[in-house]
């Protein structure tokens, strides 16, 4: 087992990575505060796991909710579901909710704990790889609104994030997919080396090598720990972990969420990043291709979808978190491990980009 820390002063906490850890009660007791837990996972997730976590939490009498499976339940009304059953349990403050599943679970459960009773504790584990390597870790929690993407949300940080390599083996190819963009994105703006290992090793992570899983894994929260470390809440660096999402957010709201997966649209939108960034002087032809080719070679979509035209995603771009006075900030790439957010790229080029990125699926 690796065991790394989100160092956070006194609020900082461990990432547990291994096999099997879901069985290891003794990873979870130190971290639950209280006499309660409450576990939140979802219809597919609870007949595989729920059990296994159940058990090991049985001195806390666990309470369960399991949520329907989707990202379209990602809203402030279905987190309901999770306070209704507070409430019904008569949970206190001193109940610690668990999230069990993918970064839906996870964002939900992470701002139920957020916001019931004005904060109770809660710990995370993920179950998919987007959730292992990005959304467990860092503590940004929340829930989608009809006009926007991850609108509605707190930053609230878990005490502990317990990684299950050995749940993989269950997750869909295009989930394992969708994860492998998010852990390009960690190469492309801060680990050049390990877009160079990434380059090298992406199809024994196809392939679902358990060894190369788990560096991948490891490596992409060491670098999430150091952000998040550096800019608990995004005032500078820790935006440009949103490399690729402010189209991606555009994509997934404009195609109807659930639609498109997350990191789905995120790698459409790395591909996008990385065309303006060439298109403003920055990034060499050469590393675009890099981008392109180690996206695609990770079955994932390279072209921004063409049911949304440019105008269409423009206006969609807007409603982004990283809008600052009415001026759209970017992420971008100077060069390959090396990104910048940028607020003054001309419409444009931005327009170029769209055009010349869409037409995809
Ligand atoms: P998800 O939670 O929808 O999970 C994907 C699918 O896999 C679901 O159908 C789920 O039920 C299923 N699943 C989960 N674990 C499984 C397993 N072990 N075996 C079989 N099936 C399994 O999607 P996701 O990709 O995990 O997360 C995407 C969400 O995370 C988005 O809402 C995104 O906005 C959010 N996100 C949040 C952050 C953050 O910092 N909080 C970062 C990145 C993404
Ligand atoms: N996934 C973006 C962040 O955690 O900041």
Request: net charge negative; hydrophobic share 45%.
């Amino acid at each position: 087992m690796k065991k790394l820390v989100v160092d956070l002063g006194d609020r900082s906490y461990p990432i547990y990575i291994g096999a099997g850890l879901l069985r290891r009660a003794d990873l979870f007791s130190g971290h639950v505060a209280g006499r309660r837990v409450l576990i939140v996972t979802n219809t597919t997730v609870a007949p595989l796991y729920l059990d296994a976590l159940v058990s090991v939490l049985d001195r806390f009498a666990p309470v369960t909710v399991v949520m329907p499976d989707g990202e379209q339940y990602k809203t402030l009304g279905d987190v309901n579901r999770i306070f209704d059953a507070l409430l019904e349990q008569r949970c206190d403050r001193r109940t610690t909710l668990v999230a069990l599943g993918g970064g839906v679970v996870g964002d939900m459960t992470g701002f139920a704990a957020a916001t019931y009773q004005r904060g109770v504790p809660f710990i995370q584990v993920p179950t998919t790889l987007l959730a292992q390597v990005d959304s467990s870790v860092g503590g940004k929690t929340g829930v989608n609104h009809p006009l926007g993407k991850n609108m509605i949300g707190a930053f609230h940080q878990p005490r502990c994030v317990v990684i299950d390599t050995a749940t993989l083996d269950t997750l869909p190819d295009k989930e394992l997919a969708a994860g492998l963009a998010e852990v390009i994105k960690y190469g492309l703006i801060r680990d050049s080396e390990f877009f160079r290992w990434l380059e090298a090793n992406l199809d024994r992570l196809l392939a679902r090598d358990p060894e190369a899983v788990a560096y991948a894994i490891e490596c992409s929260c060491v670098d999430k720990a150091a952000v998040v470390a550096a800019d608990e809440t995004e005032r500078g660096q820790r935006a440009l972990l949103n490399l690729g999402h402010t189209f991606g957010h555009a994509i997934e709201t404009g195609m109807g969420y659930g639609s498109w997966l997350h990191g789905e649209a995120v790698a459409a939108g790395m591909v996008a990043a990385a065309d303006l960034s060439h298109r403003l002087g920055w990034l060499g032809e050469r590393d675009v291709e890099r981008v392109r080719a180690l996206v695609a070679r990770a079955r994932l979509p390279t072209r921004i979808p063409a049911a949304l035209g440019v105008d269409r995603m423009l206006e969609l771009m807007s409603v982004d978190k990283k809008v600052e006075d009415g001026r759209l900030r970017l992420v971008l790439l100077k060069a390959v491990g090396d990104a910048v957010i940028s607020a003054d790229v001309p419409l444009a080029a931005i327009a170029e980009t769209l055009d010349r990125c869409g037409g995809g699926m």
